[in-house]
């Protein structure tokens, strides 16, 4: 019975589900570029920006090594350019901007049973294993102040990446293939 209500409770949280909603974690700039999406492509002409770029995304799952690869690579540049090279911070910020994908980062269990968001974020363990959300000792000796997750994912909405591949129009183009394809089987037919 337990489980009834708690899908209940969810159906009914879906039915008045918003892109306004806090829980979300849609920033308002992630909420604009969503319902304007930019209309022309993008181009970098800075080879200094162009290459940031490319490391941050080949080295994306390695924030600490992107630094270090940073400061390797720069000593081939010119000294001029060198001192342009963008931060980690800037990169991150340019390629959600260029790309239009905000990434969203939720607080999960421990083990991945599941995200505590929505109607689990209020939770203090895991429904599924009763880990700990939060780190334990941070949050014993502040009293239940101090809220450190002990695991964090990391999400990319569906929306922004559509509009991302549509943006660009050789991927449309690509996008388009599976209808075309199939208009041109039942013209067949």
């Known amino acids: 019975l337990n489980d009834l209500c708690h899908s209940i409770m969810y159906i009914d949280a879906l039915r008045v589900a918003s892109l306004n909603d806090p829980g979300t974690g849609m920033t308002a700039d992630a909420l604009e570029r969503l319902r304007n999406p930019r209309c022309q492509p993008t181009t970098i002409n800075d080879d200094v920006t162009a290459t940031a770029i490319e490391l941050y995304l080949n080295l994306s799952h390695a924030d600490q090594d992107y630094v270090t690869t940073i400061n390797s690579c720069a000593c081939h540049l010119s000294p001029d350019d060198n001192e342009g090279f963008p931060s980690l911070y800037k990169v991150k910020k340019l390629v959600t901007e260029l790309s239009g994908i905000d990434p969203i980062e939720h607080n999960m269990c421990i083990n991945s049973c599941m995200a505590f968001t929505g109607l689990?974020?209020?939770?203090?363990?895991?429904?599924?294993?009763?880990?700990?959300h939060y780190d334990p000792i941070k949050f014993k000796q502040s009293g239940g102040k101090e809220k450190v997750p002990r695991a964090v994912t990391t999400m990319f909405p569906l929306g922004p990446q559509l509009q991302a591949l549509y943006h660009d129009p050789k991927s449309a183009e690509d996008m388009e293939y599976c209808r075309q394809q199939t208009e041109k089987m039942f013209d067949e037919l």
Do not use: V
């Open 120 to 132: 689990n974020s209020h939770l203090l363990m895991c429904s599924i294993c009763s880990e700990a």
